[in-house]
């Protein structure tokens, strides 16, 4: 009875932490929060602003609280210790004005493939995987990025095309393992004998040849 008294103590206890709602300046965040989305956009004409976060009773927060924004683009990190949002917030933002275009970084999980934005082709080696996970992060948020060719690797060399605002363009070339057999088929490789081996074969075929030539007329003239 005791185990069982504790046991509903416990149930009630227990509580799902979890971030409802993140607002700055009581205004809703771009795009509206959603738990699923990790990373959100806001713009303001302040110089301070102040990070609101609807929460479960007793959650502890960081993140909320008032700011003063130094910089154009300032970047606020809201978690409980188990969800973590990202929040850009462009200060005194200008919507005539747009950044430079670029790519500031890929990633595919699993794989280190150390990303330039100079260099525009790679190359990784996989196993059994039919689709990676690949993530980028750009200089600009209104810019367009395509990745085409991700998926079904049904090639030895399986090609992954990134392009960003249509005209920049990154290529991954997927290389995927093959199980070769100890026997290879049809690649049979031919090799000159040396001077001396080919010496040492006529001879043992001369004198091979003698043999049965003996043989033959011993078993004919002496039988």
Avoid: W
């Amino acid at each position: 009875m005791k185990k069982i008294l504790i046991l509903l103590g416990l149930l009630f206890i227990v509580r799902v932490n979890a971030i409802e709602d993140i607002k700055i300046d009581n205004n809703k965040v771009i795009p509206s929060f959603n738990k699923n989305i990790k990373i959100y956009n806001y713009y303001t004409e302040n110089d301070n602003i102040n990070i609101e976060v609807k929460k479960n009773k007793n959650e502890t927060i960081s993140g909320d609280g008032n700011y003063h924004l130094d910089k154009m683009q300032n970047d606020f990190i809201i978690t409980n210790g188990k969800e973590k949002y990202t929040v850009h917030v462009f200060k005194k933002y200008d919507k005539n004005y747009k950044e430079e275009s670029y790519i500031k970084n890929i990633t595919v999980e699993g794989y280190n493939i150390d990303f330039d934005r100079n260099k525009h082709n790679y190359e990784i080696t996989i196993q059994d995987e039919n689709n990676l996970n690949i993530d980028y992060e750009l200089s600009n948020l209104d810019d367009k990025l395509e990745i085409i060719g991700n998926g079904n690797y049904n090639k030895t060399d399986n090609v992954i095309k990134i392009i960003l605002n249509n005209k920049d363009e990154y290529t991954i070339h997927v290389l995927k393992t093959q199980n070769v057999s100890s026997l290879v088929k049809d690649e049979i490789e031919y090799k000159e004998l040396s001077s001396t081996k080919k010496e040492i074969v006529k001879i043992i075929i001369i004198t091979i040849s003698c043999i049965f030539v003996f043989m033959f007329y011993y078993l004919l003239f002496i039988y």
